[in-house]
């Protein structure tokens, strides 16, 4: 016997993009660009640090992070968002924030809301652990598109009444996986505001938020902050993954009200994984050093100068504002994928594999993201045969 809250889930992205696409030939040497997965180099010094604390190995790790961390973390909220928060009580480390993400509606998530089965708000297109977690604490997944025509952004604020009384949690994904947008300070104003009036939590994934071309995204916290919001109502969640170019390290931390971060412990000292001790020790010194972060941002703005060069007369294209993925414009998404694989052997990733149908809708089905991760020369000569097959 299964659960029969996921007995109706469709397969995960990449399961279906080997079903759609591993039964035919490629047409050509395989180039991977399905993954956010960042091959930049990560500071040579992680790899020192992790040795010379090795020994911690035998050692269980603190479970929500050493006190070194937790204030190396405080520290770069500090120094990023202008927001102070207690190392102790505010930050736990995550062991990827991926299980953050998830773990979060687990521990926050009430059984009901307003006496009616609770709903959390997701964006469409969304990052899939966002609907687990929802699943998962039998929540009503509810899906609010996020499309060219609202920035990418959901309007949370347009939705019914009776909807809005049973939110206890919003996602919301800033910069945006897989648009590249970025909310604005005006966008997280309103969010907020509507979290206060109708008494429900914000996560605020903002893992691709180092990864920027022009102005820096705007965080949750510091909007909150600034609004006098209840201090319990925004929690953010960040990663090492992107910013640092360190996926494998698997660190992350969640952030937030000293509530709400009592909670979340209590759930991690039961389910949890921390991190071990080593990539703890590592961790520290990633989240105190910006000189990586500048030069990671300087690569992926020469990878956007040169795909914006590419796609200049592309109908519908636009200039991604941050992260490192592009969201191309396509007549079928699953066409298109398999297209390219067929005749080039370059993958992507269709974007209704990101998607949910809402109303026979899927707002990511005439789309694909493209991961810009690869050198840039590899990914230029790639995103000219992608352009050159699919829009020539």
């Not at 992790?50 to 479970?63: K, L, R, V």
């Not at 480390?93 to 009616?116: D, H, I, V």
């Not at 903002?206 to 071309?213: D, F, G, K, P, T």
């Not at 916290?221 to 929690?235: H, I, W, Y």
């Amino acid at each position: 016997m299964f659960p029969e809250r996921f007995s109706n889930l469709p397969a995960y992205a990449f399961p279906r993009l080997r079903s759609l696409l591993d039964s035919h030939e490629p047409g050509g040497p395989v180039v991977h660009m399905t993954i956010g997965e960042p091959k930049h180099a990560f500071p040579a010094w992680v790899t020192d640090i992790i040795t010379e604390n090795a020994a911690g190995f035998n050692n269980y790790p603190p479970n929500d992070g050493t006190p070194e961390l937790r204030q190396s973390i405080a520290d770069w909220i500090k120094r990023r968002f202008d927001v102070s928060v207690d190392a102790d009580t505010q930050v736990m480390a995550l062991n990827g924030t991926r299980e953050g993400l998830y773990n979060a509606s687990m521990a926050l998530c009430p059984e009901t809301k307003n006496g009616e089965k609770p709903v959390v708000l997701i964006p469409n297109p969304f990052y899939q652990v966002y609907m687990i977690g929802a699943i998962s604490v039998n929540a009503e997944p509810y899906f609010c598109a996020a499309t060219a025509d609202n920035g990418f952004m959901p309007d949370y604020s347009k939705l019914p009444e009776d909807v809005l009384k049973r939110v206890a949690i919003a996602y919301v994904c800033s910069p945006s996986n897989p648009q590249g947008a970025i909310a604005s300070r005006e966008y997280l104003e309103s969010l907020i505001n509507l979290a206060e009036k109708y008494d429900f939590k914000v996560f605020a994934d903002e893992c691709y938020s180092e990864i920027y071309r022009d102005d820096k995204p705007t965080g949750a916290l510091q909007v909150a902050k600034d609004l006098g919001a209840d201090p319990e109502r925004v929690v953010i969640f960040h990663s090492l993954s992107k910013r640092s170019n360190l996926p494998g390290l698997r660190s992350g931390f969640v952030a937030g009200g000293p509530e709400t971060l009592k909670h979340i412990k209590r759930l991690r000292s039961y389910s949890g994984a921390p991190l071990p001790l080593p990539l703890q020790r590592a961790s520290e010194k990633v989240w105190a050093d910006e000189a990586h972060v500048e030069e990671n941002r300087r690569l992926y703005a020469e990878k956007f100068e040169i795909a914006d060069e590419i796609f200049a007369d592309i109908p519908g294209y636009l200039k991604p504002q941050a992260g490192f993925f592009l969201w191309l414009p396509v007549e079928d998404g699953e066409a298109a994928a398999l297209k390219l694989w067929k005749e080039t052997g370059i993958r992507v990733l269709p974007g209704a594999y990101l998607s949910r149908d809402v109303d026979g809708e899927n707002p990511g089905k005439p789309y694909i993201r493209v991961a810009l991760v690869a050198p840039k020369n590899d990914v230029k000569a790639a995103l000219i045969t992608l352009r050159d097959c699919l829009y020539q």
